[in-house]
T-cell receptor, first 114, second 109 residues
Framework: DARVTQTPRDKVTEMGQEVTMRCQPI?????VFWYRQTMMQGLELLAY????????DSGMPKDRFSAEMPDATLATLKIQPSEPRDSAVYFC????????????FGPGTRLTVL | RKEVEQDPGPFNVPEGATVAFNCTYS??????FFWYRQDCRKEPKLLMS???SGNEDGRFTAQLNRASQYISLLIRDSKLSDSATYLC??????????FGKGTMLLVSP
């Protein structure tokens, strides 16, 4: 049963620290998405990749967030420096990139910035 | 106007009840539509796709009205296990999905 994996599952850090979240998409999927979920905003798309190339990161605060896909099996989302307002659940999802695509979500990283 | 709007609920219903959720979307060029389900502290999972002709999957029926830009989900014979948040989702092109904030359903014994 193929699934998206994410690490860490939970992260508590102090303001100003660097946070790196990792995602392993489902093998064979060519699109990878990063979302952030908060009670106030719901699920927001931060960035996405197709065939490892970044296609859209307009949802991401550019000054502190960066997303990369160093290879087909790993996507990373980095926050530096972290702020309390970054506290949220960060989901990675992968899919096959068609217009009727189903996105498969990982279990999420619950980030708390103190 | 938000891209995808849903009533946040919660909808409190007894077991066996029929409940319907509605959703409106603003982008008339949207190409595909879905309902996802999210359990508490879990990731969203696809419940079903929504087609113009309407589609049914067991106790779940989804409808799409493109003219009114309106999507619905009907759940018949509600079970305790149906308690979750239901997310209305619209594909706005290039595989990117826009999620509504969800409607919470609580099914009680």
């Amino acid at each position: 049963d193929a699934r998206v994996t994410q690490t860490p599952r939970d992260k508590v850090t102090e303001m100003g620290q660097e946070v790196t979240m990792r995602c392993q998409p489902i093998l064979g999927h060519n699109t990878v998405f990063w979302y952030r979920q908060t009670m106030m905003q719901g699920l927001e798309l931060l960035a996405y990749f197709r065939n490892r190339a970044p296609l859209d990161d307009s949802g991401m605060p550019k000054d502190r967030f960066s997303a990369e896909m160093p290879d087909a099996t790993l996507a990373t989302l980095k926050i530096q420096p972290s702020e309390p307002r970054d506290s949220a659940v960060y989901f990675c999802a992968s899919g096959t990139g068609t217009v009727t695509d189903t996105q498969y979500f990982g279990p999420g990283t619950r980030l708390t910035v103190l | 106007r938000k891209e995808v709007e849903q009533d946040p609920g919660p909808f409190n219903v007894p077991e066996g009840a029929t409940v319907a959720f509605n959703c409106t979307y603003s982008n008339s060029a949207s190409q595909s539509f879905f309902w996802y389900r999210q359990d508490c502290r879990k990731e969203p999972k696809l419940l079903m796709s929504v087609y113009s002709s309407g589609n049914e999957d067991g106790r779940f029926t989804a409808q799409l009205n493109r003219a009114s830009q309106y999507i619905s989900l009907l759940i018949r014979d509600s079970k305790l296990s149906d308690s979750a948040t239901y997310l209305c989702v619209v594909n706005r092109g290039y595989s990117t999905l826009t999620f509504g904030k969800g409607t919470m359903l609580l099914v009680s014994p």
